[in-house]
């Protein structure tokens, strides 16, 4: 089914119940309420919440941060009863557009090396591969550095 009407917005605390329960369906638990508590509290950070028009369900987020004239996408997230409906698709398309709103340098981002969904989502938008950090997730996978660049 594909994705209906959607928009995306600031996410706040009042959202943390729904963003946890979100993360939750992730099987690396890389973000906790601790970590979302965190990232809306910093000025850089930006939490932002895909939901559903006009039922206003929260199915996605996206967490990046911008820091000197570039964007680093930290987290992307579907909830698990949407998945392969294009909500990952939606915002990371989000991301790229506000990326060239803002004229930031560049996306960086890095990912699972087994994480091929990911991954072939990414090189889709024109994501391309820059380098690669030696056991960087828990269990001793490798991250597979990506960047996107505008022009």
């Known amino acids: 089914m594909p994705l209906a009407r959607f928009a995306i917005r600031n996410g706040t ?25 965190s990232e809306l509290q910093l000025s850089w950070s930006h939490v932002e919440v895909l939901e559903l028009v006009p039922e206003g369900a929260a199915v996605g987020l996206l967490v990046w941060w911008w820091v000197a004239g570039e964007i680093e996408l930290l987290y992307v997230a579907t909830d698990a009863s949407h998945r392969r409906q294009g909500v990952a698709l939606a915002l990371v398309r989000h ?11 560049r996306v960086m981002l890095e990912v699972r090396h087994d994480n091929a969904g990911a991954r072939a ?11 690669v950090r030696p056991r960087y997730y828990r269990g001793g996978e490798d991250a597979v550095l ?6």
């Open 13 to 37: 605390a009042a959202d943390l119940d729904r963003l946890v329960a979100i993360a939750g369906a992730d099987a690396h638990g890389s973000f906790t309420r601790a970590t979302f508590e």
């Open 121 to 131: 989502l990414y090189e889709r938008l024109g994501f391309v591969v820059v380098g």
């Open 146 to 151: 990506l960047d996107w660049r505008a022009c």
């Open 95 to 105: 991301l790229l557009a506000r990326a060239v709103e803002l004229g930031a340098l």
